[in-house]
């Protein structure tokens, strides 16, 4: 009775004095797969491949059905959900390799959400796959925010599950039983979703965390370990077998390993990735962290046909044009799910029309910390708790630096989208209204000049050349 009686002073005081008592800020958790489709989980109409905890994530929180990665593949995808700026703007725009093993390195200059969030007094760790520097470099995840990383720091090395090595901040973690990159019982996902777990037992303190989690399932290579998961599905689907680049003395550590069983060997791996978030969620309840901790899932991008995948087989872009690489619906519109007990009504949706550059605003947001001016993305606190008034984009904007160069607009229910934008800046805009055409199948551009022109204005003005990932010379209209 005296401790309630000293607390329900202290919340007098408080009150007295015009000040509400101050909320406690939550742990948050971003969970990223790896080229996983919209409809690659039940809740978007798979119905091939098992995902129940994610159902029930679904289930539990909200859904956002208008969200968008940062782009069509994985480097500038999470180059933008660092920086909080979009394709245009943020610093690595493509899948660049740096010697001797990672990519591009992001820029020191750039401040990360990691940054942020670290000020701000959250403990950081990051666990799965980096591609955004090498380690040593400016943009190794520790030199980014992140007070702990495990993993790989190469996106060409995780394309093996059995790798052998890992890292552990700077310290390179040898697998002797992965040597030859030979398929044993250490799984890469693995042995990084132990670590996963490892730090959920050890956060029973007051600070608040930022665990950043970018799995690489179901990412080719498609080579499960073959457990029950596998053994359920192998005999469920006809079957093409891929031949790829084998295991064993003479094998790289890019390509792909072949596969008997390529739809079997993908649905499992979805399926593992189900049960990796569903071990977050029961750790996280375990030690009663469940609570205060919003859970965020979502993919890089859409699905892969590299490796024996398929996703025409899975419908995995649930009913949209196009997968990864394209920036059609199917190769950005991605699941995005968020769970928060008791701030988040459970079993909602929202229409909120976002994408990658809008969480580190958001994120800052609920962390009480600093947001860097100068961004593209905002926060979506409002449409996420149900309170308050929700801000809207005048448009989104994306470009991709492969296959001649593309760019795309979304504004409202308006999608433009140009092909060959190397060659021909100010070329041919495609243009679909999403609300009676969210496949994109029939381009109304002939009959919509006004819009194109707006729509290819945006375009040109959301471009800003960059010496490292050249796009081309924009030419003002």
Not at 31 to 58: E, H, S, W, Y
Request: hydrophobic share 35%; with cysteine.
């Amino acid at each position: 009775m005296t401790k309630f009686v000293l607390l329900l002073f202290l919340i007098m005081s408080c009150l007295a004095k015009g000040q509400a008592p101050k909320p406690t800020r939550p742990n948050i958790i971003f969970i990223l797969a790896d080229d996983l489709g919209f409809g690659d989980i039940g809740v978007n109409g798979q119905n091939l491949i098992k995902t129940p905890v994610i159902n029930r994530m679904a289930a539990e929180g909200i859904q956002f059905r208008q969200f968008y990665a940062g782009t069509t593949v994985c480097a500038p995808s999470r180059s933008s959900l660092m920086s909080g700026l979009h394709t245009g703007h943020t610093y690595i725009r493509g899948n660049k390799e740096a010697l001797p093993e990672g990519q591009q390195p992001i820029a020191d200059s750039v401040v990360t959400v990691a940054e942020l969030l670290k000020q701000a007094g959250y403990t950081t760790a990051a666990f799965g796959k980096w591609g955004l520097g090498p380690v040593g470099s400016e943009g190794d995840p520790n030199k980014q925010g992140f007070d702990r990383f495990y993993g790989y720091n190469c996106q060409s090395l995780a394309h093996r599950y059995y790798p052998d090595h890992l890292w552990d901040n700077e310290k390179k973690v040898v697998l002797p039983a992965n040597k030859n990159l030979t398929q044993t019982n250490e799984f890469g996902p693995d042995l990084i979703q132990k670590q996963a777990l490892n730090f959920l037992d050890t956060r029973k303190s007051k600070q608040p965390f930022f665990l950043f989690l970018p799995y690489t399932l179901p990412h080719a290579e498609l080579v499960p370990p073959t457990d029950s998961l596998f053994a359920y599905y192998k005999g469920k689907f006809a079957e093409t077998p891929y031949m790829g680049a084998n295991y064993g003395a003479n094998a790289k550590t890019g390509g792909y390993a072949s596969q008997g069983y390529p739809h079997a060997a993908y649905a499992a791996l979805v399926s593992r990735l189900d049960s990796y978030v569903g071990q977050i969620l029961a750790k996280l309840k375990a030690n009663g962290l469940d609570k205060n901790t919003l859970v965020i899932f979502t993919s890089d991008n859409g699905p892969h046909r590299e490796g024996g995948g398929d996703p025409a087989f899975f419908n995995s872009s649930g009913g949209f044009r196009g997968i990864k690489r394209d920036l059609y619906e199917g190769g950005i519109h991605v699941p995005f799910i968020a769970r928060w007990p008791g701030v988040i009504k459970p079993g909602t949706q929202s229409d909120f029309i976002g994408a990658f550059w809008d969480l580190l605003p958001t994120f800052t947001e609920l962390a009480g910390a600093k947001t860097p001016t100068r961004l593209d993305g905002l926060s979506f606190v409002p449409a996420l708790t149900g309170k308050g008034t929700q801000n809207q984009h005048d448009y989104l904007y994306w470009e991709f630096h492969e296959q001649g160069g593309r760019q795309a607009v979304r504004q409202g229910n308006w999608k433009a989208v140009r092909l060959q934008a190397m060659s021909d800046p100010n070329g041919p805009v495609e243009l679909y209204d999403l609300s009676k055409d969210p496949a994109e199948t029939h381009d109304i551009a002939a009959k919509n000049q006004d819009k194109v022109k707006q729509l290819s204005q945006f375009m040109n003005q959301s471009h800003v050349e960059s010496p490292l990932f050249p796009f081309s010379k924009r030419e003002k209209q």
